[in-house]
């Protein structure tokens, strides 16, 4: 079981930045993608940014060259800096992470895994 701990949202005006942060729990896998996604009221879930293992970055349109991913510091995190905000990025944002769990050398199933969300609203 793999678990992604999210940080960093909250409420900023229109126009500020604000950066997410999310952390997986350690264990015996590999992560081949990690990323974000985000929920409007009344929307599906979309995706806003993600990174690949071997650091392919994929961004929705609405949010290039706003937004950057990256990977955090530490092993298995993943950031997402948010800049120019606009009223219509309000949601709630979930980290995901597509991972790859070795039972042999030969062997190996993937997983999705989720974190719990964390709001973002931009208003005045």
């Known amino acids: 079981q793999v678990q992604l701990v999210e940080s960093g949202g909250g409420l900023v005006q229109p126009g500020g930045s604000l950066r997410l942060s999310c952390a997986a729990s350690?264990?015996?896998?590999?992560?081949?993608?990690m990323g974000w996604y985000r929920q409007a009221p009344g929307k599906q879930r979309e995706l806003v940014a993600d990174?690949?293992?071997?650091?392919?970055?994929d961004y929705a349109d609405s949010v290039k060259g706003r937004f950057t991913i990256s990977r955090g510091n530490a092993k298995n995190t993943v950031d997402l800096q948010m800049n120019s905000l606009k009223p219509e990025d309000t949601a709630v944002y979930y980290c995901?992470?597509?991972?790859?769990?070795?039972?042999?050398?030969?062997?190996?199933?993937?997983?999705?895994?989720w974190g719990q969300g964390t709001q973002v609203t931009v208003s005045s």
């Open positions: 350690e264990g015996t896998f590999i992560i081949m993608v």
């Open positions: 995901y992470a597509d991972v790859r769990i070795y039972y042999s050398d030969s062997v190996a199933e993937e997983f999705d895994y």
């Open positions: 990174i690949t293992n071997d650091g392919t970055i």
